[in-house]
Each structure stands twice: as C-alpha cells, then as structure tokens.
Nanobody
Framework: QVQLVESGGGLVQVGGSLRLSCAASERTFSNYAMGWFRQAPGKEREFVATIGRSGVSTVYADSVKGRFTISRDNTKNTVYLQMHSLKSEDTSIYYC?????????????????WGQGTQVTVSS
C-alpha cells in the first residue's frame, strides 16, 4: 500500500499563489505516473494535472492551463502543483494520486492510490 500525503493548502486571495506538495511513502516513486484532482462541495472530482514517470510529459485541464504547473522530484519522492493567478473557482479539496507503472492519465479510475486531500480556499 502506497501512502500519499498532501500539504501546502490554505487560504489565499484571488490572484495569489500556492504550492501543493504530495509526499509518497514508496521508494519506487519513479515508477508511478502522478496526478492532481480536485473536488468542490457538491461537485464530482475533476482532473487538474498529471505528470509522467520521468517528469517530461504533462497534461493539464483547460481550466488551469497556463496558471498551474505540475512537477516532480523523484529523489524526494514528491510531486508538486504550483498554482498562480488563483481564482475563486479554484476553491476545492486537492487530491494527489499515483498510477503504478502507467502513463499519465486524466481519468480517475486509472489511478491506484490516493491521498486524503488538502484544502485550497481562494477568497474573492
């Protein structure tokens, strides 16, 4: 069982920035494609960004493209989500997910492990 722990969430004003981190317990972290998803109250969990095992391939949801950047540091078993120009509609619980031995994916059911989430609140 792989444990994922998100951190870095908080309260920020519209236009501000946050960096989320997701630390993995698994030493073979580099074998996993990683993703970020988010879920607002009353909404379905939606795709945000994903990154391949090497960190080269990335895919973003249209709603965050140009504002968010996903990256990873395999020496630290950590994936990041840099968020800039935050909007009120970015307010959600953000979840980190890992896909064993797989390619990056935008689909929830492609991922094998999930963190418990970190709250991001953007005030307007």
């Amino acid at each position: 069982q792989v444990q994922l722990v998100e951190s870095g969430g908080g309260l920020v004003q519209v236009g501000g920035s946050l960096r989320l981190s997701c630390a993995a317990s698994e030493r073979t972290f580099s074998n996993y494609a990683m993703g970020w998803f988010r879920q607002a109250p009353g909404k379905e969990r939606e795709f945000v960004a994903t990154i391949g095992r090497s960190g080269v391939s990335t895919v973003y949801a249209d709603s965050v493209k140009g504002r968010f950047t996903i990256s990873r540091d395999n020496t630290k078993n950590t994936v990041y989500l840099q968020m800039h120009s935050l909007k009120s509609e970015d307010t959600s619980i953000y979840y980190c997910a890992a896909r064993r031995f797989g390619a990056p994916s935008t689909l929830r059911n492609a991922y094998d492990y999930w963190g418990q989430g970190t709250q991001v609140t953007v005030s307007s």
